[in-house]
């Protein structure tokens, strides 16, 4: 079975290739990416006008299941990624119970290749239940199939734990994606610290909440061979904090959010408690020093922190509603809309970031047209401008601060080995 896509302008960051060309699929894996003249075709797919890049890489995604299954199910959440162009995604374990078991990484695992329309790599935690007291089984984790440790949705507050974990992780060759943030600092707050926060009377989250404990952990992972990734950085002190890192160590790296890269806390405004999130949006010059670290190129990784909740979950009071945005079905969108557009960075080198580059950081065999490998491809209408109706989620995570906002650039089909397993209108 040949399926061919035709006259698509092809981005594929990892094989050196931009520019038009045909891309030949047999049997669901990559064939070639060029002319393909002078062979029998089953199937012909017009691609004329759209741009066919790698199937997007997530590594930072909250799928919920186990356990929180009103919020989202492995099956929602995967056909969400499906429509925001994702073939790849990693969950984060801050499941109930948690990814700290063989058990639990069976299930997920079971769930996923059953579906079989993504590949999905569970995250283990780092301590045990993400108490922050006592390590996992990292060997026995890795060997069931986790690809890196977590405790993402809390920080790893003990040193001596967080550098013992280091150790192992670099014995085990995998690496730990933290969540920084000193809690002491962060307290009960649920916004950012600022004028903003002042004037709606909440309790704010202060940028060194953020910056201070990377910086610690820089030095820690210094100290070690070990890898280390930084998650959802948004402030400009944790910038200046990373960019001095990967001057001394290659084995620091970190990711941006879309919300982070493009909404400021004047989203809070009127108690918007879809726009609460953890670490918070932050100020304009925040914003704008995450553009200046992805114009400087040291921004690793666009990854979701896909974090899908339930109505009642944020139709609540600010100081009572849960942290997180859904992700999936806007990432590209907004990328596209608020770094491609304004000329931060470059389409090719947006897409390098969700594809190539966060599975390189994560061992994933993904973010290729290689030929021989599975057929997940993502079919993007750059052009196109739409408005974001967080009804028509398919993620059961309707929580979005992008509801009514209009955005450039739309996914239009998604394949993964070989089969269209989403659609656009």
């Keep these: 079975m040949r399926t061919v896509i035709r006259n698509a302008y ?3 960051p990892a094989n050196n290739f ?24 089953d199937e012909e797919i017009d691609a004329t006008g759209l741009i066919a890049a790698p199937g997007f890489v997530d590594i ?3 799928l919920r299941d186990p356990g929180q299954t009103h919020k989202e199910t492995i099956e929602t959440g995967l056909k969400a990624a499906n429509k925001g162009g994702f073939t790849t995604v990693c969950c984060m374990p801050n499941t109930t119970p948690t990814i700290d078991n063989v058990q639990t990484v069976e299930y997920i695992k079971r769930k996923a290749e059953k579906l079989d329309i993504c590949d999905l790599y569970p995250i283990g935690t780092i301590t045990k239940s993400e108490l ?19 405790d993402d949705g809390r920080p790893v507050m003990n040193a001596e734990i967080l550098r013992k974990a280091l150790i192992y992780a670099e ?11 000193d809690l002491n600092i962060s307290g009960d707050g649920v916004v950012n610290d600022g004028k903003i926060a002042f004037e709606l009377g909440l309790k704010g989250i202060p940028n060194v909440s953020e910056s201070s404990i990377i910086a610690r952990d820089v ?5 070690t061979n070990a890898r280390m990734h930084i998650c959802h ?14 001057l001394d160590s290659s084995n620091i790296t970190f990711e941006v959010t879309p919300h982070h890269l493009s909404l400021t806390d004047e989203e809070i405004k009127d108690y918007n408690t879809f726009a609460k999130v953890n670490p918070p949006l932050r100020s304009f010059e925040d914003v704008e020093a995450i553009h200046s670290a992805f114009a400087s190129g040291i921004v690793d990784a666009i990854a979701t922190d896909h974090a899908p909740h339930d109505e009642d979950s944020k139709r609540c009071t600010m100081q009572k509603a849960a942290f997180g945005i859904s992700g999936f079905e806007t990432a590209f969108a907004v990328v596209n809309t608020y770094l491609v557009e304004k000329g931060i960075v470059s389409l090719a080198d947006a897409i390098t970031l969700m594809t190539v580059k966060p599975a390189r950081l994560f061992n994933l065999d993904a973010g290729t047209l290689d030929e021989g490998k599975n057929a997940n491809i993502v079919l993007i209408d750059k052009n196109t401008e739409w408005v974001v109706d967080r009804f028509k989620f398919i993620s059961k995570g309707k929580n979005t601060p992008f509801h009514g906002k209009k955005l450039k650039g739309k996914v239009v089909k998604t394949f993964y080995k070989g089969r269209v397993v989403y659609k656009g209108d």
């Design 10 to 12: 092809v981005i594929a």
């Design 60 to 62: 930072h995604a909250h």
């Design 132 to 150: 922050g007291e006592e390590l996992s089984d990292m060997i026995s984790l890795k060997e069931a199939g986790c690809v890196a440790f977590s």
């Design 219 to 223: 030095e820690i992972a210094k100290s």
């Design 18 to 41: 931009e520019g038009f060309a045909d891309i030949s699929i047999v049997d669901g894996k990559i064939e070639s990416v060029g002319d393909v003249v002078g062979v029998s075709i």
């Design 171 to 181: 014995d085990l060759g995998v690496v730990l994606t933290l969540h920084e943030e």
């Design 233 to 246: 950085v948004s402030t400009r002190e944790s910038v200046e904090v990373l960019k001095r890192a990967k």
